[in-house]
């Protein structure tokens, strides 16, 4: 029926002594409420016509305006990275990856959280002497965490990057030196937790297949340790 | 016999429950679906050095802006899109709007409110990280650092009013992230984040500090819960 609206019934005949009604007199309302009867709206409703307890619960399953997706790995083993790509944090042998599975209404939007925590790190280098000046002096602090999204747009399988946040192993950042190239380490940043959030909405209908939490270290001679982590996503629906 | 007036009567109850006084008894409890409600999505985008979105759905609105390092074809995540020398460059010892430095004016959050809840966060990814110097005495040169006592903080303001704040942050690169809820009216809403930083004085010997504060990424959502 696209945008119609069931209306007031009115079609209908009110009857004298003496009528003899027909048969497409008596059929007509019931007629017009078959024809418009899946467009009921606020014409034919009373006010307050409708309690919360008329509503789906819950924040899972098909609830209305809002749907949460959840992982949790509580792993306290600590798992160290010292990747310089990004790779999907594995605990266990279970990869950081939330499954979403589901096809968006043209500009839905959603939002993910991630967080978890960064163990006893191995830092061997935070300060790159060969960089200066400028360049690269303090990148060899750092490490970043990146939220990857895995989904299906036009029908191809695509990846989208959601957000990339960093930190870095020790307090250092900048400096001067010119003539020592192996400073020594500044305080070691051990036991910080991470946390960050993204907002997404496509313009378009896309398929949300997944999300997973990934990261990776700017200098290979630091490894990154991960251990407990969790990621959320919240579908907005209305 | 049928009398003219029941059959009347009869059609009449009939069709005035139906034009208008549907109600909950006639619906199952648990039954009204997302499907049920009308989707609909009115959306404004952004774009340039900050991109974000204004989008508003039937019980809240999503509103979001954001600049990062990661998505600008000249940086990646490990190179800051704002560099401040906290010796040579403006900044006070209060509150700094972030949206007062280069390529961050369109980053606070502006939109009109739906009255209820504004629930957000902010975060950022920066850096105030301790100086590293080289020091000779007695002819042994050897690499020193100052800086540990210096601290920065984060705040998240709502049309000027501070509604969440990190509190002191010792020297690091780090990400905040700033959650944030505070009532509203139906009324022009204003979200942005500033920051404070506490550094102790350069040493009179000739080096002047350099103590850099830098920004890789920002980003503010808010959700406007009106239903």
Do not use: A, K, L, N
């Given at each position: 029926m696209g945008e119609e609206r069931m209306p007031l019934i009115t079609n209908k005949t009110n009857f004298a002594p003496g009528d003899v009604p027909t048969a497409a007199e008596l059929n007509a309302p019931y007629d017009s409420l078959q024809s418009v009867g899946d467009d009921i709206d606020g014409t034919n409703t009373a006010t307050?016509?409708?309690?919360?307890?008329h509503t789906e619960a819950g924040l899972t399953g098909n609830a209305i305006a809002n749907r949460l997706y959840q992982y949790n790995n509580d792993t306290t083993n600590e798992t160290l990275y010292n990747n310089t790509s990004y790779v999907t944090i594995s605990e266990g042998g279970n990869p950081a990856q939330l499954s979403l599975g589901f096809t968006s209404e043209s500009g839905e939007c959603v939002r993910f959280h991630a967080s978890g925590m960064v163990g006893e790190s191995t830092v061997t280098t935070d300060y790159d002497y060969a960089g200066l000046p400028g360049g690269n002096k303090g990148k060899p602090n750092y490490y970043a965490f990146r939220l990857l999204l895995n989904a299906t747009v036009g029908g191809a399988p695509t990846t989208i990057n959601l957000g990339e946040w960093g930190y870095s192993f020790t307090t250092k950042k900048s400096g001067n030196l010119t003539s020592i190239t192996t400073p020594t380490l500044s305080g070691r940043i051990h036991w910080q937790p991470f946390a960050f959030s993204a907002v997404y909405s496509p313009n378009s209908s896309i398929t949300f297949n997944s999300v997973e939490l990934q990261c990776k270290v700017y200098d290979n001679t630091n490894s990154l340790s991960v251990e407990r982590h969790q990621l959320y996503a919240v579908r907005a629906k209305r | 016999m049928v009398k003219p007036s029941s059959l009347n009567d009869n059609i009449d109850k009939y069709l005035n429950e139906w034009n208008g006084h549907l109600n909950g008894n006639n619906l199952p409890v648990f039954?009204?679906?997302?499907?049920d409600i009308k989707y609909e999505n009115f959306r404004t985008g952004f774009s340039g050095a900050v991109s974000g979105l204004n989008t508003e759905l039937q019980t809240q609105g999503y509103y979001y802006k954001r600049r990062s390092s990661s998505f600008?074809?000249?940086?990646?995540?490990?190179?800051?899109?704002l560099n401040l020398n906290l010796q040579t460059d403006d900044w006070s010892k209060g509150w700094n709007r972030l949206e007062y430095y280069s390529g961050f004016s369109q980053f606070p959050v502006v939109f009109d409110s739906r009255e209820g809840m504004l629930v957000g966060c902010a975060t950022i990814d920066w850096q105030h990280g301790t100086d590293t110097m080289l020091v000779t005495e007695n002819e042994i040169s050897f690499s020193s650092t100052r800086g540990d006592d210096w601290v920065s903080e984060w705040g998240v303001f709502v049309n000027d009013v501070l509604v969440a704040r990190s509190g002191e942050i010792p020297p690091r690169r780090h990400t905040t992230s700033l959650p944030f809820s505070i009532p509203c009216g139906s009324q022009n809403v204003k979200v942005d984040v500033r920051w404070i930083s506490t550094i102790s004085d350069y040493l009179a010997?000739?080096?002047?500090?350099?103590s850099e504060f830098l920004v890789f990424s920002a980003e503010v959502w808010v959700r406007n819960v009106c239903r």
């Open positions: 307050g016509w409708i309690t919360w307890r | 039954s009204v679906q997302s499907d600008e074809g000249s940086t990646d995540v490990w190179t800051p899109i010997s000739g080096r002047p500090h350099g």
